[in-house]
C-alpha cells in the first residue's frame, strides 16, 4: 500500500506538471509555426490521458475484492494500459497525416524557439520517466512510462532537428521529424498492446513455460502426472493458476502433505501463489480440454491420452 501510495503521488505531479508543458508546447507551437512543436503536444496529451488512466486505475487496484468482484480489480490496471496504447497508436497516425499534408504546403519554422522549449520537455520528461521506472514494474505503471520515455527521446529529436532547420534552412526537416516522433510513439505501443492482450485474453503469461511447471510438478512426491493445466494473469504480476494432479489412492491426511509441496513448488519456482488444484487417483472424467499432455511418473499411464 505505501507503494501505491507513492506511486500515486509522482503520477498526481506528473499530470501537473505536463499539463503546464501541454500549455507551453501549443503556445510555442503556435509562434514558431512548428509541428514538430505541435505534434509534441499531442503526444503529451496522449501522456496526460495516460497519467490519468493509471492514476484511476490505482485508485481501483486498491479496493478490496467483493462478492461481485472476486478478484478486485486488479485488471482496471490492464485495461488502462490497454487504452494508453490504443491511444499513441492513434495518435502516431494523425501526427503522420499533419506531416505529410507539411510536406506538400512547406511553412517557415522557428528553429531557436523548437529548441528552448524542447530542451524544457526533456528536461521535464526525463524526470518524469525516472520517477515512474522507479515506482512499479507494473504494466499499468509502465505504459505510463514507456510515454514518458517516448516523449524524452523525441523531445531530444526535436532538439537536433532545431539545430539543423537553423543551419541549413530547410524546413522540410520539421514535418520529416514528425513522422519519424510518430515512428517512435507507434513501435512503443506494441509490446503493451501485445502483453495486455495476452493478460484480457488469460494466455500464458510472460516468461512462464507450462512444460516447465508441468515437470516441477511431476518432481514432486507422490505426484505421478499433471493434466488440464492452465496459468493465467489476475493482474500484470499476479498469476493464477489450476490442475489436475494424480496421486496414489491415498488418505485426505497423506495428500495434504502433497499438497503443501505442490504449491510450495509454485510459489518459489514460479512465483504463483493463487492456485487451484484437484487431486485424482483414477482417470479423469473430463480432459477434452485439456491444454497439456499427461506426464507420468516412472512407468504408469494415465488412461485417457492427447
Not at 515506482?135 to 509502465?142: E, G
Not at 491426511?253 to 510459489?267: G, M
Amino acid at each position: 500500500m505505501h507503494s501505491h501510495g507513492h506511486t500515486r503521488t509522482v503520477l498526481r505531479f506528473s499530470l501537473v506538471a505536463t499539463l503546464v508543458y501541454i500549455v507551453v508546447l501549443v503556445f510555442a507551437g503556435m509562434r514558431a509555426h512548428s509541428l514538430a512543436l505541435l505534434s509534441e503536444a499531442g503526444h503529451n496529451l496522449s501522456d496526460f490521458l495516460a497519467l490519468l488512466l493509471s492514476w484511476v486505475a490505482l485508485y481501483f487496484q486498491a479496493r478490496p475484492a467483493n462478492s461481485s468482484k472476486t478478484f478486485g480489480y486488479h485488471r482496471a490496471g490492464v485495461l488502462a494500459a490497454f487504452v494508453n496504447a490504443l491511444s499513441l497508436v492513434l495518435i502516431s497516425g494523425f501526427i503522420v497525416y499533419e506531416a505529410l499534408e507539411r510536406l506538400n504546403h512547406p511553412v517557415n519554422v522557428s528553429p531557436n524557439l523548437m529548441m528552448w522549449v524542447a530542451a524544457i520537455g526533456v528536461v521535464m520528461n526525463g524526470v518524469i520517466a525516472g520517477l515512474l521506472w522507479g515506482s512499479s514494474r507494473d504494466v499499468n505503471i509502465r505504459s505510463a512510462f514507456i510515454h514518458q520515455l517516448g516523449d524524452t527521446l523525441s523531445t531530444a529529436a526535436v532538439i537536433v532537428g532545431g539545430f539543423a532547420i537553423s543551419v541549413t534552412g530547410q524546413s522540410w526537416i520539421d514535418p520529416v521529424l514528425s513522422i519519424a516522433i510518430a515512428a517512435m510513439i507507434l513501435w512503443s505501443s506494441f509490446g503493451i498492446i501485445r502483453e495486455t492482450l495476452n493478460i484480457l485474453l488469460e494466455g500464458t503469461p510472460r516468461g512462464i513455460d507450462l512444460e516447465d511447471i508441468s515437470a516441477a510438478l511431476i518432481g514432486c512426491t507422490g505426484v505421478e502426472a499433471v493434466h488440464d493445466l492452465h496459468v493465467w494473469s489476475i493482474g500484470s504480476e499476479i498469476h493464477a493458476l489450476s490442475c489436475h494432479v494424480l496421486i496414489a489412492d491415498i488418505p485426505p491426511s497423506e495428500s495434504e502433505r502433497i499438497l503443501r509441496e505442490v504449491k510450495s513448488c509454485l510459489a518459489a519456482n514460479f512465483k504463483i501463489h493463487h492456485t487451484t488444484i484437484q487431486f485424482e487417483h483414477a482417470g479423469c472424467e473430463v480432459e477434452h480440454e485439456c491444454v497439456m499432455p499427461v506426464q507420468v511418473r516412472d512407468a504408469h499411464a494415465h488412461p485417457h491420452r492427447h
